[in-house]
């Protein structure tokens, strides 16, 4: 698994950003499995935040279908990066994931291209590292 540790700073709303990680990850099932705890644990960690409050019984949840103040773009687009994140934990990214992930950010006060965006980086930030891997073990 891959952490992103690109620089969550004190521009970083952590309450909202991890109940957000954690709505995203419940998806529409209510489940957050171990792949996607355990990222979601690193993240908090980064953060120096607890987690734990909002992992249970959805109280804290984030409800997107009604209006909400948006966070700082730092904020948001942190949120968008990890939600693409644990989009790819379990393989391709796409479908009902993405619709989400597009809602989500359009709330934020992103954009579709703003996502498109970011998943494109990480995707190169990914690939990046891969090669790296590659090299050190004669790939």
């Known amino acids: 698994m891959i952490t992103l540790n690109i620089d969550l700073t004190d521009d970083i709303d952590a309450v909202f950003y991890l109940k957000v990680l954690v709505t995203l990850a419940k998806g529409d099932d209510g489940q957050i499995d171990a792949q996607e705890l355990e990222f979601i644990r690193a993240q908090a960690d980064l953060l120096a935040a607890d987690v734990t409050p909002y992992l249970g019984d959805g109280s804290h ?30 393989g391709d ?7 989400v992930l597009y809602a989500v950010a359009l709330s934020l006060g992103l954009t579709r291209v703003d996502v ?23 790939r």
């Open 61 to 90: 949840s984030i409800d997107f279908t009604k209006p909400i103040d948006p966070p700082s773009r730092e904020t948001a687009l942190a949120i968008v990066r990890d939600g693409v994140a644990l989009g790819y934990i379990h």
């Open 93 to 99: 990214f796409r479908g009902e994931q993405k619709t």
């Open 116 to 138: 498109d965006a970011v998943e494109e980086w990480l995707k190169e930030f990914w690939a990046v590292l891969k090669k790296g891997d590659d090299l050190l073990h004669n």
